[in-house]
């Protein structure tokens, strides 16, 4: 008896918004220990410190959580007030991200603004701007043409930058928000074969993206150059096996693996903890997605207050999918970083103020 009330008390406290809470806590500390052990070798090379990538994570994860206070805080019906003004400013800041004089080059891309110092990289905030301004968009119609206008401007701006992974993560918000508001799925059959088309034709008009496709269906084509990076991850992987080869002993770390503590950071993780390691955590960031919905689900903050939260656990569940899915080798690598965990303040940040804003859906009106 005593077993069984004790269950129901730990459901009854255990809402699925407190779920989410415990849940990106507990995958944002375990991202920081996984940002230290795949930058250690790194950052020891580059700044002579191994702590100095994790040390600014940290500082990050500390922004992150003042994020989620505010998110969490903020009434649902002031982001429907914000939500034209934060497009807009999405829109000039993607302007400005590609604008000589103001943009940076970083691997032949550009995709940060620095202010005194400070990086900033809009598309991270255009994301959250995206997903209030269609949901008040659909939540009073969903004229089609309008709508592809809408979204064709955000996602013709990233993929300048050039972005195509991020320009993904744009698309899969808005058509989801779209069809999930009632939208009819039959203008989208001629749409969507265009739509193909011209992907296929900015992957072969770009060399770097056409050597990534081409590396993808080929890995040993070219096994020092294209697709060195592909053949490391792949390295790591087998190296893990079933259980890892243990916390701290990962031989691809030490400069093996362009961008280990970025968007390969799972790579790092599964040669550490193996099969049954990078399972579990796929499982919880499975559960976190599973308990964010939910939340929406049992929302009393209206049809708007739906949207935001289906389009946040689209742009969450569609950057998981796609980054894990680059990182085995199931779809050429597309730079985006794996939420929680990859190295970044602009990511970080943002993804645990969205987590607020989920939570806040919890909230009676």
């Known amino acids: 008896m005593a077993g069984r009330h004790l269950n129901r008390f730990t459901l009854s406290v255990l809402t699925p918004g407190l779920r989410v809470f415990l849940l990106a806590i507990g995958l944002s500390l375990i ?19 191994q702590y100095h990538f994790v040390r600014q994570q940290s500082l990050h ?33 993607l302007i400005a991200v590609i604008t000589p004089g103001l943009r940076t080059e970083i691997n032949g891309a550009y995709r940060w603004l620095y202010f005194g110092g400070l990086g900033l990289q809009p598309i991270e905030a255009m994301k959250f701007a995206t997903i209030i301004f269609f949901a008040s968009w ?11 206008f809408l979204t064709a401007l955000p996602a013709g701006l990233v993929m300048l930058q050039p972005d195509l992974g991020s320009t993904l ?52 084509r070219d096994p020092l150059g ?27 770390k030490f400069s093996y693996i362009p961008e280990a503590s970025t968007d390969s950071i799972f790579a790092i993780v599964a040669e550490e903890v193996g099969f049954l390691g990078s399972l579990s955590l796929i499982t919880l960031f499975a559960f976190f997605i599973y308990s964010g919905f939910r939340v929406v689900k049992q929302t009393k903050q209206g049809r708007f207050g739906q949207l935001v939260g289906v389009g946040i656990l689209i742009w969450l569940s569609a950057q998981i999918c796609l980054n894990l899915a680059a990182v085995l080798a199931l779809v050429p690598l597309t730079g ?16 645990l103020f969205a987590t607020g804003v989920l939570l806040h859906l919890e909230k009676d009106v």
Request: charged share 10%; net charge positive.
């Open 138 to 148: 659909l939540d009073r119609h969903q004229r089609l043409l309008p709508f592809l």
């Open 226 to 252: 294209s697709s060195f990076h592909i053949r490391q991850i792949t390295l790591a992987l087998g190296n893990g096996g079933w259980t890892g080869q243990g916390i701290g002993n990962s031989q691809q």
């Open 336 to 351: 985006v970083p794996l939420p929680f965990f990859s190295y970044g303040g602009s990511s970080l940040v943002m993804i």
């Open 61 to 93: 994860f500390l922004l992150g959580l003042v994020a989620m206070t505010v998110g969490y805080l903020m009434p649902i019906k002031y982001w429907q007030k914000l939500a034209p003004v934060a497009y807009g400013l999405g829109i000039l800041l």
């Open 169 to 220: 993560i744009l698309l899969a918000i808005t058509f989801s928000l779209y069809f999930v508001a009632g939208g009819s799925w039959k203008p989208f059959l001629g749409v969507s074969l265009g739509g193909i088309l011209l992907l296929l034709l900015l992957i072969i008009s770009s060399s770097y993206r056409r050597d990534r496709l081409l590396t993808f269906f080929d890995p040993e």
């Open 31 to 49: 991202g920081l220990f996984f940002v230290f052990e795949s930058s250690v070798a790194e950052a020891f090379s580059l700044v002579g410190d």
